[in-house]
């Protein structure tokens, strides 16, 4: 089975903060996503990576950036935590998009972060 | 720009109920449509659809794609109480991301 894991499941961080948020899967997946999901907003999409040292701007992708140093790890980084950056923030890995399709993405159980 | 349009944003219903619930999109290059349940945590993957007219089924769900209309449905049938979650379509266009609508909330009450 795929597995996906994030460091934390809950985190509580103060404004101008540095965060981190790890993402790790198990099954040599090409693909890594990081998404936050806000009630009503669904699941936004912030930034996305094919390869190692390979980032693309998702939908959102202000006041984040991210790392992939290794193929089975996809950090998220808030260089300065701001309230309004309170979320769930979800992860999730892939194969490589198939010729008539996708490949279904794998999430992480999630990290609700909370900035104060 | 590209969006997927769920609806009903929620949507509560009585076990043995049938519901369906609606994808619309506007995707360039539109590639597939992947249909995933969340319930507490972290979605799960359900179904993926890439050609049209052709139903996918799974036990009491299933879902169908409309490719000239730019829909899909999901219906559950003799809905049961752990059917509740938040029902998530999602669509990729040519690059490897997936856009996803909002999701719709349902309940099942007993």
């Known amino acids: 089975d795929v597995k996906v894991t994030q460091s934390s499941r809950y985190l509580v961080k103060r404004t101008g903060e540095k965060v981190f948020l790890e993402c790790v899967q198990d099954?040599?997946?090409?693909?890594m996503f990081w998404y936050r999901q806000d009630p009503g907003l669904g699941l936004r999409l912030i930034y996305f990576s094919y390869d190692v040292k390979m980032k693309e701007k998702g939908d959102i992708p202000e006041g984040y950036s991210v790392s992939r140093e290794k193929k089975e790890r996809f950090s998220l980084i808030l260089e300065s935590a701001s309230t309004n950056q309170t979320s769930m923030y979800l992860c999730?890995?892939?194969?490589?998009?198939?010729?008539?399709?996708?490949?279904?993405?794998?999430f992480g159980p999630g990290t609700r972060l909370t900035v104060l | 720009e590209d969006k997927v349009v769920q609806s009903p944003l929620s949507l509560v219903v009585h076990e043995g109920d049938t519901v369906t619930l609606n994808c619309s999109y506007e995707v360039t290059n539109f590639r597939s449509l992947l249909w995933y349940k969340q319930e507490k945590k972290a979605p799960t993957f359900l179904f993926m659809l890439?050609?049209?007219?052709i139903e996918k089924k799974s036990g009491r769900l299933s879902s169908i794609l409309d490719k000239k209309e730019l829909f899909s449905i999901l219906n559950i049938t003799a809905t049961q109480t752990g059917d509740s979650a938040i029902y998530l379509c999602?669509?990729?266009?040519?690059?490897?991301?997936?856009?996803f609508g909002k999701g719709t909330k349902l309940s099942v009450k007993p």
């Open positions: 999730a890995s892939s194969l490589p998009r198939l010729a008539g399709g996708h490949n279904e993405q794998f």
């Open positions: 999602a669509v990729g266009g040519s690059q490897g991301n997936l856009i």
């Open positions: 890439t050609s049209s007219g």
């Open positions: 099954m040599d997946h090409e693909n």
